[in-house]
């Protein structure tokens, strides 16, 4: 029996416009909960940020924001994993000789920072994501450890970034999610990590749990819920680690998915 449904935000719940078939969700809502299932979105997205998508509908949601180095319900936080500021600003640094082109997204418990010199174009692209957001001329001025550290390159060139990252390896969890976006976290701290941390918390097993992603930071998704599924959009990766393919975020697959399995227990 289902008693959890993880989603993705970005390319899996959330249709190419960023938002959600709202009237559709409503019969989802309903029946999960007529049926005693947890909903809980797992993102790259700040927690506030998930929270104004949802509404008044995100006070039934456990919230794993900000690349699930938090998990958030009910306006309070219930976990966190944090960078240490020593490590995020080295890791920053590091980034900016890397290149001066890709923009980088410092986010603490307070919210994302950005510097001040970027262009209206990204500056947008950062708000679609966070609901905090302030500017700053330097990061070193940053003092408190780090929720986790982003990197958004409008010119797709993350793979190869997050290849020059090696030497952080050890000490942080960095992926490409896409070819435009890197997160970087605590090490060993991914959506798959905080998920079983949910898990236990809810006492709720992979064998209730239903699955939904599609770029490659969904792939330690995939394993934590026997029904998963990878939207028709995914990635190749995410598609060969899942169980089931269904529609696209286009089509509202996450939805009707979740209607069609959970109208059958």
């Not at 219930?78 to 590091?94: A, T, W």
Request: hydrophobic share 40%; charged share 25%.
């Amino acid at each position: 029996m289902i008693k959890l449904v993880l989603t993705d935000m970005d390319g899996t719940f959330l249709n190419n416009s960023g938002d959600f078939n709202r009237e559709l969700y409503q019969s989802v809502k309903k029946i999960m909960k007529d049926k005693g299932v947890v909903c809980a979105p797992v993102t790259g997205k700040q927690c506030e940020r998930v929270e104004e998508l949802f509404g008044e509908d995100a006070d039934d949601l456990w919230i794993l924001g900000d690349s699930a180095t938090r998990i958030k319900h009910n306006k309070e936080f219930i976990y966190e994993s944090l960078l240490s500021n020593n490590l995020g600003l080295e890791i920053i640094q590091f980034l900016e000789k890397i290149s001066p082109e890709h923009t980088i997204i410092a986010c603490t418990k307070d919210g994302a920072v950005i510097k001040d010199n970027l262009s209206s174009e990204e500056a947008n692209i950062v708000r679609r994501s966070y609901a905090k957001v302030k500017q700053v001329s330097t990061f070193d001025e940053m003092t408190e450890d780090f929720i986790k550290i982003t990197v958004h390159d409008p010119m797709l060139r993350c793979i190869e970034t997050r290849e020059k990252l090696a030497p952080f390896f050890q000490s942080a969890y960095i992926v490409a999610s896409e070819m435009a976006w890197i997160d970087i976290t605590n090490a060993n701290v991914h959506k798959g990590t905080t998920v079983k941390h949910l898990q236990s918390l809810l006492n709720i097993t992979p064998e209730e749990t239903m699955v939904f992603g599609d770029s490659y930071n969904d792939i330690e998704l995939m394993a934590c819920g026997i029904y998963n599924f990878a939207v028709r959009n995914a990635v190749k990766e995410v598609k060969d680690a899942a169980n089931y393919i269904t529609r696209s975020n286009e089509e509202d697959g996450v939805s009707n998915t979740i209607i069609h399995l959970l109208s059958l227990q």
